[in-house]
């Protein structure tokens, strides 16, 4: 039997850093993107869209406060409590870890388009899950290590099998011409939303290489996942070191905020105590007991674990070279490369998965339920057994019924095998779509900017004559400023700016332009957080309009040495055209997306929690959000470290206190014994001489 308290206890870790992050990073935005004066108000939406959904923001009236100040203090009470929770392990509680995910919930329900990306949904599902994962400490005063805590944790293992496989498998059922030509990479590094500067030199590797490497994408995402249920605990540890790897190079080479680290997050699900003590370079007892006790048959079995595993590999690999038709290719110095089959038989091969795919995680959690429920049986105490077995029902329950409702996204990926689900199961599923428990995903299913990365670039002007662009502080503007490093932060607005490029301008847009005219300051610190690097900072321009260019990273010199510039561009075409205050086109636009409230905001009173709400902000304004989350996180880990040595140390003194009194205990005895043995052979002596 696997056991899984230490990676449980690291995943709860990294769950309340990762809830940190997000509510900082939202914090920092939220006067800009939904405040009064921002792009998309929040008051509209509770006003308009959410009525029927209940939500903590209701309250803020009640309270004195406006939407605004609502949602800034729900995010300050999210950011706290889940800081809270990385420095105290007494925190990292079930009930703690419900009160972020209803928070963050309430955030995402009037958060609209600029909090509708995948990985928010991610959070969301995977906060539901620590909540079953986490133990109730604030109940039972303990650390919490629960006979079934392997049956829980085993859902944060389903969901990695998920987002993993629908992630590989949606790039060739998009049919990207880029994913199936294996020349995705070609083009991903430099049209990526927020790439890194080392996309640049990852962009100048040889062609062939990054054909390789889209091969290993999809070994990565749709083979190595299969892994994670294997019954041979190295082959889970390998599939977790790949999984580790590319996401790894994703955080290198692009800015993608949480959500690479909310993936290695769900990845600590693959581990047991054993790799964890291995880490810590701990010596594993129970290990050495068994070995102890079985040497011979332990020693038949490895080899045929052994043999089992090199099988595995050998298929990988060998399934990877046929599917995928590598050749050395002695001209070019590389392996060449091509996908051998055809998305006919791709399709084939998902109708024929997907159905297995789901009674190997039914046969997996049954395992599970089984080795949970005997763990329980055998705990001593009549009453302690019983509330074992009453807490396993429970939690049996929950986990049986979060897996069934996930087959419903899971079989998205194949029409037969979702027409033939249960109709009660798609009824379940849309009672809870709503609250996020499970989702859809898909992760780069289609490569965009094969002709040139489209970015859309603000120009603002006094007189309609000279033009100055308006450049963003993390999105691609300035040929030769080199890319940002932002993770774990993410600019909604800049993410929503490379979206706008790929198609027509959204409402936010007309919104955005409208509050440049205006000269609105909060939404001017989302374009720079150091207003003084704004261009109109000290007087709103009369005339903003908007361009639409095509970017490409510039090519390494002859003699290997970097371009003066990153990009080279060129123009497109109009974006956005020229507008004023009052513009007809702008009212228009205004009107029609429902961006002019007639009703004038509400403004809150002047009670302590508006005046603490005030001051909190002062304090950050002006300071770029990522600094201030590494900030935290170098602060929280450096906190965590030394009261862990703290800890180790206190533990140490604790056995060199125990050793020392068994030797002295030993000592003891041992002078007693040659003081004994010596009173012995006295009396021998004296019997020798009589």
Request: net charge neutral; with cysteine; aromatic share 14%.
């Amino acid at each position: 039997m696997m056991e899984v308290s230490k990676p449980r206890r690291l995943f709860l870790w990294c769950m309340a850093a990762i809830y940190m992050v997000a509510f900082v990073s939202l914090y920092v935005q939220i006067p800009g993107l939904y405040g009064n004066e921002g792009l998309l108000p929040a008051r509209l939406e509770l006003r308009y869209g959410i009525r029927s959904s209940p939500t903590l923001l209701w309250l803020g009236p009640h309270l004195g406060l406006d939407i605004q100040a609502s949602m800034e203090l729900l995010c300050l009470l999210g950011a706290l409590l889940s800081l809270a929770a990385v420095l105290m392990e007494a925190l990292r509680d079930s009930l703690v870890f419900l009160c972020l995910w209803v928070s963050y919930l309430f955030m995402y329900q009037v958060g609209q388009v600029f909090l509708y990306f995948q990985w928010d949904s991610l959070l969301l599902e995977t906060g539901f899950l620590t909540v079953l994962v986490a133990p109730l400490t604030l109940v039972r005063g303990s650390r919490g290590i629960r006979e079934h805590d392997s049956m829980t944790f085993w859902l944060v293992r389903w969901l990695l099998f998920r987002l993993m496989f629908a992630s590989g498998a949606v790039k060739l059922m998009s049919r990207c011409p880029t994913w199936w030509g294996l020349t995705a990479l070609t083009y991903h590094y430099e049209t990526q939303c927020i790439p890194t500067p080392l996309a640049w030199f990852a962009h100048q590797l040889p062609v062939w290489w990054h054909k390789l490497s889209v091969v290993a994408t999809f070994v990565i995402e749709i083979a190595a996942p299969f892994l994670f249920f294997s019954p041979l605990r190295r082959l889970r540890l390998g599939a977790f070191y790949l999984q580790v790897l590319l996401q790894t190079l994703i955080i290198l080479s692009g800015n993608y905020n949480f959500f690479n680290l909310l993936t290695l997050t769900l990845c600590l699900s693959l581990l047991d105590n054993q790799h964890v003590n291995f880490w810590l370079r701990k010596r594993d007892d129970n290990r050495e007991r068994k070995e102890g006790v079985s040497a011979g048959s332990s020693e038949r079995w490895s080899w045929i674990c052994y043999l089992l595993e090199l099988m595995v590999w050998s298929l990988i690999i060998f399934g990877t070279i046929v599917f995928f038709d590598l050749q050395f290719d002695p001209h070019k110095n590389g392996v060449s490369s091509r996908t051998a089959f055809t998305f006919d038989q791709f399709n084939q091969f998902l109708k024929a998965i997907t159905i297995p795919c789901i009674w190997m995680g039914v046969l997996s959690l049954t395992w599970e339920m089984i080795t949970s429920i005997f763990r329980c049986a055998c705990v001593s105490g009549f009453l302690t057994r019983f509330w074992g077995m009453f807490q396993w029902s429970v939690f049996a329950a929950a986990a049986a019924s979060m897996f069934t409702i996930s087959l419903v996204p899971l079989s998205h990926m194949e029409y037969d095998s979702h027409v033939h689900l249960w109709p009660v199961v798609r009824q379940a599923y849309d009672l809870v779509d709503r609250l996020q428990l499970v989702n859809s995903y898909g992760f780069f299913g289609w490569v965009t900017g094969v002709g040139g990365r489209p970015e859309v670039v603000l120009e603002g002007s006094y007189d309609g004559v000279t033009w100055t662009e308006i450049e963003f502080m993390y999105k691609p503007g300035n040929v030769s400023a080199p890319p940002a490093v932002v993770t774990p932060h993410q600019p909604r607005l800049d993410w929503q700016m490379w979206f706008a490029a790929l198609g027509a301008s959204a409402p936010w847009f007309t919104s955005l332009v409208y509050r440049l005219l205006q000269g609105k300051p909060d939404v001017i610190e989302l374009i720079q957080t150091d207003v003084s690097q704004y261009p109109f900072h000290q007087q709103p321009p009369t005339y903003v309009r908007a361009h639409r260019y095509r970017y490409w990273f510039t090519e390494r010199k002859p003699d290997g040495s970097h371009q003066a510039r990153w990009w080279r561009r060129v123009y497109d075409e109009e974006f956005y055209p020229m507008v004023h205050l009052g513009h007809t086109y702008l009212e228009n636009m205004l009107s029609r997306y429902g961006l002019k409230d007639k009703l004038p905001p509400r403004h809150p009173s002047n009670n302590t929690v508006v005046q603490l709400l005030s001051w909190t902000r002062s304090q950050v304004k002006g300071i770029p959000a990522h600094t201030i989350i590494w900030a935290m996180l170098a602060c929280s880990a450096t906190w965590c470290f030394l009261m862990g040595l703290i800890s180790n140390r206190k533990h140490t003194d604790r056995i060199s206190t125990c050793t020392e009194t068994v030797v002295n205990l030993i000592d003891e005895a041992e002078k007693q014994g040659d003081e004994k043995s010596d009173a012995e052979q006295e009396k021998e002596e004296e019997v020798e001489k009589d």
